[in-house]
């Protein structure tokens, strides 16, 4: 079961130091939606939103492709993509934040 439901809350999740504040939507029909008061988008999982929020929402992509011009947000995003697209190449990701 989710920790926390559909409800306002304040304070510190056990699985983060942050101190952050969300405010859930009023839908009480959606339990353990976490939704992104920027982008909107919604997680099952407070973690997934905390990952969307740190990681992603408003950010550059961060990881490079070292063989071509692609960039994602997530090193296994790059990965996938080597995987897939160039075949017999080193896979490893630039982290462009690294430098
Ligand atoms: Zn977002
Ligand atoms: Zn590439």
């Known amino acids: 079961m989710p920790l926390y439901s559909s409800t306002c809350y304040g304070g510190t999740p056990p699985i983060t130091g942050r101190r952050r504040r969300f405010c859930i939507g009023s839908d ?14 919604t997680y099952m999982w407070y973690r997934g939103l905390q990952r969307h929020l740190e990681y992603e ?6 990881f490079k492709c070292p063989h071509c011009v692609y960039a994602g947000k997530h090193r296994s995003h790059v990965y996938s993509h080597i995987k897939s697209n160039h075949h017999n190449r080193p ?3 630039l982290d462009i934040l690294q430098d």
């Open 91 to 93: 896979i490893y990701a």
């Open 28 to 41: 009480s029909s959606v339990r353990g939606t976490f939704e992104c008061p920027k982008c909107r988008k």
């Open 57 to 62: 929402c408003g950010k550059a992509p961060r």
